[in-house]
């Protein structure tokens, strides 16, 4: 069956800019968590949706917000972007349980000028 | 939140086994174990998970302390393609949200050499 798919790959935007990242999830996966990599802090939790609900956040500032769909399909937005946002933003989709595995898409790479 | 440990690097001969260590010695009693990798250009990979006792898959093992304290990824033989970062996180079985998983941190980077 078809992965987790994120779009676009890569994005160049300039600071102020704001932006929107699409996951499409695994087809019968009704969670999915977003998360920012970047070299100095590794991959860190920004937030996780299950059924159109936010669940959990990470420690972010509200600049980072997402909603997730009824076909579980989820975006998330950043506004005002500034320098340090640039980073690798992957999504992860799993059935929701703390036993089932994450499925991570290979990421959106967001560059900020 | 319970906080794993890893070494930054390891290094290992092809084909030879890879023991990828993790301490968590805050651990609670509902806390599954789980450990990804992450190819590079790629996004992280599920590799295997456990709660208390040894797990075995195609993959890998992963074997688990009596105490729960700490715990061993183990590649039995390791292939240039298993050149990754390796990531041990947990995730509480009995949080009420308990889909999501935490903080990765930075892993282990492991180096295969021929």
């Known amino acids: 069956k078809a992965g987790v798919t994120q779009t676009p790959r890569y994005l160049i935007k300039t600071r102020g800019q704001q932006v929107t990242l699409s996951c499409s999830p695994i087809?019968?996966?009704?969670?999915v968590s977003w998360y920012q990599q970047t070299p100095g802090q590794g991959l860190q939790f920004l937030f996780e949706?299950?059924?159109?609900?936010?669940?959990n956040k990470g420690n972010f500032p509200g600049r980072f917000s997402g909603r997730q769909f009824s076909n579980s399909r989820s975006e998330m937005n950043v506004s005002t972007l500034e320098l340090g946002d640039s980073a690798l933003y992957l999504c992860?989709?799993?059935?929701?349980?703390?036993?089932?595995?994450?499925?991570f898409g290979n990421g959106t790479r967001l560059t900020v000028t | 939140d319970a906080k794993t440990t890893q070494p930054n690097s390891m290094e290992s001969n092809e084909e030879e086994p890879v023991h990828l260590p993790c301490n968590h010695s805050?651990?609670?009693?509902?806390?599954?174990i789980h450990w990804y990798r992450q190819l590079p250009s790629q996004g992280p990979e599920y590799v295997i998970h456990?709660?208390?006792s040894n797990v075995n898959n195609r993959m890998a093992s992963l074997a688990i302390a009596e105490d729960r304290k700490s715990s061993t990824l183990i590649l039995h033989r390791a292939t240039l393609r298993d050149a990754a970062v390796y990531y041990c996180?947990?995730?509480?079985?009995?949080?009420?949200?308990?889909?999501?998983?935490?903080?990765f941190g930075k892993g282990t980077s492991l180096l295969v050499t021929p």
């Open positions: 996180i947990l995730r509480d079985s009995l949080r009420s949200n308990s889909g999501y998983a935490l903080n």
């Open positions: 949706y299950f059924s159109e609900t936010q669940r």
């Open positions: 087809s019968g996966h009704r969670s």
């Open positions: 456990g709660l208390t």
């Open positions: 992860a989709s799993s059935f929701g349980q703390s036993n089932s595995p994450l499925h």
């Open positions: 805050t651990i609670s009693g509902t806390d599954y």
